[in-house]
């Protein structure tokens, strides 16, 4: 944020960054007076993006918990689904201190996986763990990356709440014991990684055309000044996504 010469009034520790200079067009991430509030606004915009990701989480984790093959996974899938509430609240806290209203910041994210949860219907409990941990991972990968262009604490926030590896780490056990003796499982595996990428990266695409998600994403400075912010995106997720599914010995 800029003020005139002289008269610049103290940044508290926990407001939002301000843009840093660039060669991209004037308006998106430019400094300029009476920038605060607008880039409270879009932190909210984030915010609710991470806390709608975290609530259906819960929703759906504990869905997977009633429909887990053995007890152990069903009672470890019913306490990832209590971490997930845990930190939805957290973030929602968060909000609340930013000066936003914390049910209304969700609710427009209220459907944000509805598309892709229609076009993507597992088929079978290694479908649905890959779609947890391939599908929804872009979307964690995603907010991630659009948290670069938050203020302090709301950056360190969405890190610790998107650093819980434990149902990745779950995903991968079980997804490795089940592709050890069956390759025929491991090539339908690596097709179903392939669509469900392919759909997630849809919903990253409608994200980022949200004129909020767009603004907090460019103060990010993912892509370098000559570079197209998205592009830079959709190429980092991608990379992501081989990682994930190399982890698994599946072909991206």
């Not at 994210?109 to 079978?124: A, I, K």
């Not at 392919?198 to 998600?213: I, Y």
Request: charged residues 25%; aromatic residues 4%.
């Amino acid at each position: 944020m800029t003020s005139d010469a002289g008269n610049a009034a103290p940044v508290p520790s926990d407001a939002p960054a301000p843009a840093r200079s660039s060669n991209r067009a004037p308006g998106k991430g430019a400094d300029g007076p009476g920038e605060a509030a607008p880039e409270t606004a879009d932190a909210v915009e984030v915010l609710g993006l991470v806390a709608a990701l975290e609530h259906q989480a819960f929703a759906r984790l504990a869905a997977d918990s009633a429909e887990a093959p053995d007890l152990e996974q069903s009672l470890a899938l019913s306490r990832f689904a209590a971490r997930c509430g845990e930190r939805r609240d957290r973030v929602l806290a968060r909000i609340t201190e930013l000066g936003g209203d914390p049910v209304a910041a969700l609710g427009r994210f209220d459907r944000v996986l509805e598309d892709f949860d229609t076009r993507t219907p597992p088929s079978s409990w290694s479908e649905r763990l890959l779609k947890a941990y391939v599908g929804y991972g872009v979307a964690d990968d995603f907010c991630r990356l659009v948290a670069r262009g938050l203020d302090p604490r709301s950056r360190e926030l969405v890190a610790e709440v998107l650093g819980d590896a434990s149902h990745a780490e779950l995903a991968v056990r079980e997804l490795d014991a089940a592709c050890a003796q069956d390759t025929v499982l491991s090539a339908r595996l690596a097709l179903w990684g392939r669509r469900l990428v392919g759909e997630a990266l849809g919903v990253v695409q409608r994200l980022v055309q949200r004129p909020g998600v767009a603004r907090v994403l460019d103060r990010a400075e993912v892509a370098a000044p000559e570079q197209e912010t998205p592009a830079t995106v959709f190429n980092e997720l991608t990379a992501e996504h081989t990682r994930r599914m190399s982890r698994l010995h599946l072909t991206a």
